[in-house]
């Protein structure tokens, strides 16, 4: 059986979470078991919806001291859920929730890790999952050896389906440990579409000249429905928030857009960004490296082409 | 106080990517090796900043790798720390890495670890928690800030959209990111201390390996640019509609 671990937060199931949900039940057809979900903490969806993505059982811990993160914590009750329900693949989203739970569950379980997979499992000789290393500048095929195995998919980088049955909900009951951590603040760019599940990035380089000036990128973004990045001195300079900070150093993202305004290219900042389906460079100097990477570009002064764009956006979507 | 943090050693930024034996080795001809810009510009210089604050802090580095790590290691020690740690171990998976890890912070008795988000080459994100789940410690990842307060550790973390702060009881294991300290470029007082500071070498302790790398492949090269006249932006939002239906 494949589980896969549902990530939420104010009470809906993360978008990543969904792919990978699509991922357990395709994994689980061509591996001929089943997929079962587990959600920890308490949502306000109907969990057996989940049954759209293919899952066939939802496993519900209904108890609100687990939508705070201890790591710890989620680690001991999963690995109970593990044992009980005889699963031998765990899938998590590569997200902030998948990166503190998925090593601690392996150590224990002594289950190997893939994390960062980007595809199904290639299943004809042992069992070997691809993964994105380098910052996206390439990937490995990594064999998992262990009997039990735990892939953190990547967001973005698998499909959400939406054609199942509605799944059967069980109540799961596991001891939950007392928390060590305690979380005492949260603080949400609210009205914001997250940068790590944004289907669409609109990013801005020092050719913007001044945080006066992202107008020109927030508008585009609005338009769009997009997230916003930008490249590493953008955050330096404080120009824009470090959660921004996409690259090498920075934020890994996949969207299938990104538009990339006034930022050169440079080999760090592409490696964090160039998983993504289609690149759009809008950049003055046409040597920029950038249009290297790029599906199309406009070679022109930002200051004049994006307010176009963001107009032609606009119409396109009926939006005045 | 005692702090140990995990140095991990990493192809330049700028390191050609190639593949060699059949794509199954990391092609190293001509590779600059440098510390792991998380651990080099955020953890570590964290934990010194926490030694200038309180002298009597004790900071340990800890790599697990070969001898051509020594290079990195000596100059994390000329950044500072009071000695280094390395576990002679040339290849070996994330868990075997947090293995050792682990079996050192045992010994040493630890009040904090520190470990970077993640390494630029592997992206694995995992060693920490692997760690912290072997000694069975709380794991608080990605963190921006960290600020300590006798045995009380605070410590804003990243998660999807937003901030969030945790606070926790010593001993933890915290990941580290960007925001955390300001990277520092070691003097030649600090050049110069390093050379005579401890680097003890361990022999591993045996762990079977719970992944092993197959081979390795780049991702296929662009089409080329497709250029659209700085005059027609309707026509770059057609093309995206029309052609690459991503809006
Ligand atoms: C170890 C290391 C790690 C790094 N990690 C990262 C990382 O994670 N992310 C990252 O982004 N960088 C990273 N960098 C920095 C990287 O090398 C570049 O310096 C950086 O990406 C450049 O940012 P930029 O493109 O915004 O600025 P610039 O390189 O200054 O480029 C500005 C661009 O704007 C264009 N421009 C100027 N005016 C206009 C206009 N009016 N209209 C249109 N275009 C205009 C210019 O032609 C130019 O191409 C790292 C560097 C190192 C050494
Ligand atoms: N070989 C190593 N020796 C010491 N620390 C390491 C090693 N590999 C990784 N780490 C630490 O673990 C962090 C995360 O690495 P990873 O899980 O590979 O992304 C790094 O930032 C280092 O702090």
């Known amino acids: ?320 | 106080m005692k702090i140990l943090v995990c140095i991990s050693k990493t192809p330049d930024t700028t390191a050609k990517i190639a593949f060699s034996d059949n794509n199954t080795k990391f092609a190293t001809d001509g590779v600059q090796w440098i510390i792991n810009p998380y651990d080099e510009w955020y953890s570590l210089v964290r934990a010194i900043e926490i030694k200038e604050a309180d002298p009597s802090t004790v900071l340990h580095l800890v790599n697990v790798g070969g001898a051509d790590s020594e290079p990195i290691i000596r100059k994390a020690l000329a950044l500072g720390g009071d000695e280094a740690i390395r576990i002679n171990l040339e290849a070996g998976d994330a868990f075997c890495i947090a293995s050792q890890i682990a079996s050192v912070a045992k010994e040493g008795g630890y009040d904090l670890i520190l470990t970077g988000k993640e390494t630029i080459d592997y992206n694995g994100s995992s060693i920490g928690g692997m760690v912290a789940e072997l000694l069975n410690i709380p794991y608080i990842s990605h963190a921006l800030k960290l600020t300590l307060d006798g045995n009380e550790v605070s410590c804003v973390r990243e998660i999807e959209g937003g901030e969030e702060t945790d606070k926790v009881t010593l001993p933890v294991l915290v990941s580290c990111q960007k925001g955390m300290a300001e990277q520092r470029i070691p003097n030649m007082r600090g050049i110069m201390g390093a050379r005579t500071k401890p680097l003890k070498v361990l022999e591993p302790v045996a762990v079977d390996a719970l992944t092993q790398i197959v081979s390795y492949d780049l991702p296929p090269a662009k089409e080329g640019v497709k250029l659209i006249p700085a005059d027609q932006p309707e026509e770059l939002v057609r093309l995206l509609r029309d052609e690459a239906k991503v809006i």
């Open chain 1, 1 to 320: 059986m494949v589980l896969v671990i549902i990530d939420h937060a104010d009470g809906k199931i993360k978008k990543s979470s969904l792919e990978a949900a699509t991922y357990a039940a395709e994994l689980a057809a061509q591996t001929g078991t089943t997929a079962e979900a587990l959600i920890a903490g308490t949502i306000s969806e109907d969990a057996s919806l989940l049954g759209l993505q293919g899952i066939k059982k939802v496993h519900t811990l209904s108890d609100v001291s687990l939508n705070n993160l201890d790591a710890q914590v989620h680690t001991a009750v999963i690995s109970e859920a593990v044992e009980k329900t005889g699963a031998t693949i765990v899938v998590f989203s590569n997200n902030s929730y998948g990166k503190s739970v998925a090593p601690r569950l392996s150590a224990k379980l002594k289950a190997g890790l893939v994390a960062g997979a980007t595809a199904l499992p290639d299943t004809s000789n042992g069992f070997v999952v691809r993964k994105s290393v380098f910052s996206g500048k390439a990937f490995a095929n990594v064999g998992i050896l262990s009997a039990k195995k735990i892939i953190s998919l990547n967001p973005n980088a698998f499909h959400i389906a939406d054609g199942g049955q509605k799944a059967e909900l069980v109540p799961f009951a596991a001891s939950v440990p007392q928390p060590k951590v305690t979380v005492t603040g949260t603080e949400k760019v609210t009205g914001e579409v997250s940068l790590s599940e944004a289907e669409i990035v609109v990013s801005g380089g020092r050719g913007l000249k001044g945080p006066e000036n992202w107008y020109l990128v927030t508008d585009l973004a609005h338009a769009l429905g997009a997230a916003t990045a930008c490249s590493r001195p953008v955050a330096d300079s404080d120009w824009r928030p470090h959660h921004e900070h996409v690259g090498q150093t920075g934020l890994a993202i996949a969207p299938n857009l990104y538009i990339a305004i006034g930022i050169s290219g440079a080999i760090q900042h592409l490696a964090g960004v160039n998983r993504s389906k289609t690149i759009v460079v809008i950049n003055k100097d046409p040597e920029a490296p950038f249009f290297k990477a790029a599906d199309y570009g406009i070679v022109g002064d930002a200051f004049e082409v994006v307010p176009k764009i963001t107009e032609a956006v606009k119409k396109l979507k009926g939006i005045s």
